[in-house]
């Protein structure tokens, strides 16, 4: 699971994604898809599951030296941690969710310290809102009731996984009107967490 800083459409993640997390993920997620209405929700594939660090927009390529260098340091100054999946939640009847347990004191910090690098780069932030980690499965265009599929997903407990490395990616979104297309990330540059990197 990638965790992305969107930039851009140029994100953070870290790594590595181990397959045991992806493939439990991949099982809950299917059995969602099979409820009633789940056809009218867009359901995000393995590729695009990633937990958001904060969200930057557009980026100013003569910014990104100095973002690269601030999120570098931010990665050298945080440990690695480790993170699961679980549970879930919903947001405005739009967004359904996989919550996230585990080293949450190092992913918020980790993040205060991306959003930090990107104001100190001078990225406009003016976004900013209370940092609640989470991994999107699924979107819709209109408001609909995520109640069951959030019931459904409550007991699910994902296996951990080691959290080592923040990576700057750079994602583009699907052209609207283009049936199946899905956002694509691509990897500007990576860190290993810790003094040891």
């Known amino acids: 699971m990638p965790i992305l800083l969107n930039c851009s459409h140029a994100p953070l993640r870290r790594r590595p994604s181990p397959e045991r997390a992806v493939d439990e993920l991949g099982r809950a997620v299917r059995e969602l898809a099979a409820l009633p209405g789940a ?36 990665a050298h100054r945080t440990d690695p941690f480790t993170l699961r999946l679980h549970g879930g939640g919903r947001f405005d009847g739009r967004a359904l969710w996989a919550g996230v347990a585990g080293g949450l004191d190092e992913l918020r910090l980790l ?22 980690p989470h991994l999107t499965l699924a979107r ?35 052209r609207d009107g283009v049936p199946g297309e899905r956002p694509r990330y691509e990897a500007v540059a990576r860190w290993p967490l810790g003094a040891g990197g």
């Open 39 to 74: 056809d009218g929700l867009r359901w995000t594939g393995r590729e695009g599951w990633h937990l958001t660090l904060a969200f930057l927009g557009e980026v100013d390529e003569a910014l990104l030296d100095e973002l690269r260098e601030r999120l570098r340091r931010a």
């Open 111 to 132: 993040a205060e310290r991306a959003d930090a690098a990107a104001r100190r780069s001078g990225v406009p932030m003016d976004q900013h809102r209370r940092y609640v």
């Open 140 to 174: 819709s265009r209109t408001p609909m009731d995520l109640r069951p599929y959030v019931t459904e997903l409550a007991a699910f407990e994902g296996s951990p996984w080691p959290v080592a490395e923040l990576a700057l990616i750079r994602s583009s979104l699907p």
